[in-house]
């Protein structure tokens, strides 16, 4: 039965449709160029919540992967957002 409450999906498209329009707004960026800097940067926060699992359940090997993973996405956020200055 639906409660009428959204769905953290729901949440989540919302948020990203609003980091959409502030980047398009803030940067200059076209729609497409917005999408894919907030892409980047919700893959980024994915990649640091999976980091820091591993971390806390004491698999350093894994987690570092995850950094580096979360890393990548910040520098390829960043640099789209730099091409734009």
Not at 50 to 67: L, T
Not at 72 to 82: A, S, T, V, W
């Amino acid at each position: 039965m639906d409660s009428g409450k959204p769905t953290t999906e729901n949440k989540k498209r919302k948020q990203s449709d609003v980091w959409q329009e502030e980047y398009a707004l803030q940067f200059g960026l076209d729609a497409k160029a917005a999408k894919s800097a907030v892409l980047f940067r919700v893959r980024a926060a994915e990649w640091h919540d999976k980091a820091e699992k591993y971390e806390d359940g004491g698999n350093k090997e894994q987690a570092d992967i995850f950094w580096n993973k979360a890393e990548e996405c910040l520098r390829k956020h960043f640099e789209l957002l730099e091409k734009f200055k």
